[in-house]
């Protein structure tokens, strides 16, 4: 008898306490967001300097006072870890609503995303450049808001080049190479060509030569790193390893730590980026250096180009109209230009570059035209990308660029 | 009586069901879904795509690296253990005898424990860097080295600090599990080995180290356990080396997940890893029989 009774009132409470939740879920709907109180919009984005945090929480202050029934939840993580923090999230069912990342293609494949349309109105989304726009879609649907855009160029000690008596910039491999070797023979702790091959952005590095012979990692459909022109030109990179042109342990070198012994005025060329030329103002503002493009094999013209992406995912398919606002709001033009300016990148919409003014990121903006993109809408790049992390970094111990790119190529072809 | 005992374990069910819950929630279930999910095709973000039967276990075999990850894998728990051991015995040995300012000592040793591990690590990495390591200056200026030398940066030397830092930071721990089994040595049977006419590496031999037999076996079975499933040293300290010259089956797991994407291949190396552990605990126990009484 008791026990029946005390049966009742459990069932009695569990029933109570599902009808209130599917009232509040009914209340949601109806009021289409607005009405049944406010929403909270988790967003989570990497760290690209020390302004990251601020700036975004400047941004939601001033989202927030405009609109009082959308709050957002801001999770900063550093690029080292926000890959696992991601995947930890998605496998456990607790996806953020907005994240920003650079490549959105295997969430798009799980059927995790909105596709762009659906989370930004149409003055928004046309304000996008042309070349961003095809980076970000798969088969001709775009899901990724490509956020912030960067480019590759050579970084010049003008001191080294100097004492070493290189007088001109190098345009070609070999003119790099000479010049290198030059002024590594200074001694005393200085190297001639930073070559980064640690597992940090290992692809970036080998991505700028290949690509300066023509090469490309292929398209949606199919990843192609074994081919002639990357092993001609990993061939040349393990040539500047060999004859001493670049720092010791490339292979082991992460790309972080060496722009800043670039930065300290110990290495000659460096491939590096646009955020590079303010950690120069701030941290050695008496380094005597200059910008040039990048050399190639016959001295034409390429660039790494890379665009980072925000994207929505789905979830409960319920914050479709909040998530759209705050959109809509983040890409309007003062306050994105404002965000792209702090970071030192280069913008991805046509109103942020035309209102955009700064002489030091010319020499970036005149390459992008030239760029050339990593493959990020094939679902396989990701891995491929890690594989190129873990293994191109062997030629500098001594392996054979061809057997190099051919244990990459088998890692894109399983994950493909 | 199997009545009588089947009614006093229902009679003891009420008790002991909380404790077969837990380690059925804690132990069993995460064991099995490792081994389930082994058996599973992820994608990237772990969606199941369905059955993979032995596909990933298949994979797994035909990577080329895996003799080097086990030869490495059992260099450094062999290594590594066995050092910290003897090492151990030694400081026990000393941290046992009274002398001025025993307690500061005993109180330095434990230092290492305290730290985390990525820290310890991570100074360590710092400081041996040839561009702005502390070590590595220190080095030279005491003329060891004639130039910055990458520890770090190649294969062996990077292994080889790996394994001492992993030492480094083995060896409160083991010190003080031995350091408790000399304490439990009644001083009577030292004192009649003397008696007998036992010099000190003789009563050493014959008298202690057979007393210390339980904190040997509990200190290096903690230890092997410990130290192959170790993942932050040798991630922070030769993440950066390329290939797999450095890695163990602990640091592989995680590169097939952070690197090749490979969940799946990650889980079936987990329960490989699993089994191997056990494999190397049943060796210590059928070789070195630490347990045997005589």
Redesign the interface.
């Known amino acids: 008898m008791k026990s029946t009774r005390r049966t009742f009132r459990v069932g009695a409470v569990v029933l109570g306490l599902g009808l209130a939740a599917s009232a509040c879920g009914f209340g949601g709907d109806s009021g289409g967001g607005s009405e049944g109180g406010s929403q909270t919009l988790n967003l989570l984005v990497p760290s690209y300097s020390d302004n990251t945090k601020g700036l975004w929480e400047g941004i939601i202050k001033d989202f927030e006072a405009e609109n009082s029934d959308v709050s957002v939840k801001l999770e900063v993580q550093s690029w080292d870890n926000i890959n696992d923090v991601i995947r930890t999230k998605v496998q456990s069912g607790d996806a953020p609503d907005i994240l920003n990342i650079d490549a959105f293609a295997g969430f798009a494949a799980d059927d995790l995303l909105y596709p762009a349309s659906d989370v930004l109105s149409d003055d928004t989304l046309a304000d996008f450049q042309d070349t961003f726009v095809e980076n970000a879609s798969i088969d001709g649907e775009q899901y990724g808001l490509p956020l912030i855009a960067s480019a590759r160029t050579l970084f010049m000690n003008k001191d080294l080049m100097d004492k070493a008596g290189v007088t001109e910039a190098p345009k070609t491999w070999d003119e790099l190479l000479a010049a290198s070797k030059k002024v590594s023979e200074l001694g005393g702790g200085v190297s001639g060509y930073g070559m980064p091959l640690g597992s940090e952005e290992a692809q970036a590095e080998t991505s700028i030569w290949a690509f300066g012979n023509g090469a490309s990692w292929g398209d949606s459909d199919k990843i192609t790193v074994d081919t002639p022109e990357a092993v001609e030109a990993v061939s040349f990179m393990k040539k500047m390893i060999d004859e001493g042109a670049t720092q010791d342990n490339p292979g082991a070198t992460d790309r972080t730590p060496l722009i800043n012994v670039f930065v300290q005025g110990k290495i000659g060329f460096i491939e590096a980026l646009p955020p590079t030329v303010g950690q120069i103002e701030t941290e050695n503002p008496e380094l005597n250096y200059e910008l040039a493009p990048i050399p190639t094999k016959d001295g034409s013209p390429v660039t790494l180009g890379v665009a980072d992406h925000l994207m929505a995912f789905k979830n409960d398919g319920d914050k479709q109209e909040s998530i759209t606002k705050f959109l809509d709001y983040f890409y309007s033009t003062d306050v994105y230009t404002n965000f792209v300016t702090k970071e030192n990148f280069l913008p991805v919409t046509k109103s942020a570059a035309e209102q955009m003014d700064n002489p030091d990121m010319q020499v970036f903006l005149d390459a992008l035209p030239d760029a050339q993109f990593y493959p990020s809408t094939n679902t396989a790049w990701s891995a491929t990308q890690g594989a190129f992390q873990t293994l191109i970094g062997q030629i500098g111990q001594g392996k054979d660029p061809a057997e190099v790119l051919k244990a990459i190529q088998a890692k894109a072809d399983e994950a493909s | 009586m199997p009545s009588g005992k089947r009614r006093s374990l229902v009679a003891a069910l009420p008790w002991i069901t909380p404790t077969l819950l837990l380690i059925a929630a804690i132990v069993l279930f995460p064991a099995g879904y490792m081994v389930w999910t082994s058996l599973r095709d992820l ?5 199941d795509r369905g059955p993979a039967g032995f596909e990933n276990y298949q ?1 797994l075999l035909e990577f ?1 690296a895996l003799p080097r990850v086990l030869v490495n894998t059992v260099v450094w728990v062999v290594g590594v253990v066995a050092l910290t051991v003897l090492i151990s015995l030694a400081l026990a040995q000393l941290l046992d005898k009274a002398f001025p300012g025993r307690r500061l000592v005993r109180m330095a040793v434990i230092v290492p424990w305290a730290s985390s591990v990525v820290m310890t690590s991570i100074v360590f990495y710092y400081g041996l ?3 702005y390591g502390i070590i590595n200056h220190a080095l030279v200026d005491l003329g060891v080295l004639d130039e ?1 030398f ?1 520890f ?4 062996i030397p ?1 292994f080889a600090v790996s394994m001492g830092t992993a030492i480094f930071v083995s060896l409160p721990f083991t010190t003080y599990t031995l350091l408790a089994g000399l304490q439990a040595i009644p001083e009577e049977i030292l004192e009649a080995a003397e008696v007998d006419g036992a010099g000190p590496w003789r009563g050493y031999r014959n008298v202690v180290l057979p007393s210390l037999r339980p904190a040997l076996a509990v200190a290096t079975i903690i230890n092997i356990i410990n130290v192959f499933n170790s993942l932050p040293i040798l991630f922070t300290m030769t ?6 010259d450095v890695d163990t089956t602990t640091t592989l797991i995680f ?1 097939f ?6 969940v799946d291949t990650a889980s079936a190396l987990s329960v490989v890893n699993f089994l191997l552990v056990l494999v190397i605990i049943l060796v210590y126990l059928r070789v070195v029989r630490p347990m045997r009484e005589d």
Not at chain 2, 239 to 244: A, E, L, T, V
């Open positions: 994608s990237e973000f772990g969606t994979r080329d860097d040839p561009f910055p990458g770090t940066k190649t294969t990077a993440g950066s080396i390329p290939g797999y590169k997940i952070r690197a090749d994407r490979q």
